[in-house]
């Protein structure tokens, strides 16, 4: 079994910051592409940000230059620092990531439970 447990999420006023964690346990051969997306309520499931294991990332346009996405390899953990958010930054922050659980195996999209961010006075 391969478990993604995100945590860091809270209630923070606008202009303030937080800090998200995913790690990843479990039988783990390697992991690929990690990503951090959110959902607001009714609205879509957006991807925020993406880093690869050669740890290139790419962010969503709404969060460029606020957020930074990073991975420590050897804690099996991702990260997302947010800065200067706004209220509209407001949603379940979900971890994704593609790992390869044996060496023989096929790909494994796993995602974490989610943790509630909410900007707000």
């Known amino acids: 079994q391969v478990q993604l447990v995100e945590s860091g999420g809270g209630l923070v006023q606008p202009g303030g910051s937080l800090r998200l964690s995913c790690a990843v346990s479990?039988?783990?051969?390697?992991?690929?592409?990690m990503r951090w997306y959110r959902q607001a309520t009714g609205k879509e499931r957006e991807l925020v940000a993406t880093?690869?294991?050669?740890?290139?990332?790419a962010y969503a346009d709404s969060v460029k230059g606020r957020f930074t996405i990073s991975r420590d390899n050897d804690k099996n953990t991702v990260y997302l620092q947010m800065i200067t958010l706004k209220p509209e930054d407001t949603a379940v922050y979900y971890c994704?990531?593609?790992?390869?659980?044996?060496?023989?195996?096929?790909?494994?999209?796993?995602w974490g439970q989610g943790t509630q961010v909410t900007v707000a006075s």
């Open positions: 994704n990531a593609d790992i390869l659980i044996a060496a023989w195996g096929s790909n494994s999209d796993v």
């Open positions: 479990g039988s783990i051969f390697r992991i690929n592409t």
């Open positions: 880093i690869t294991s050669g740890r290139n990332t």
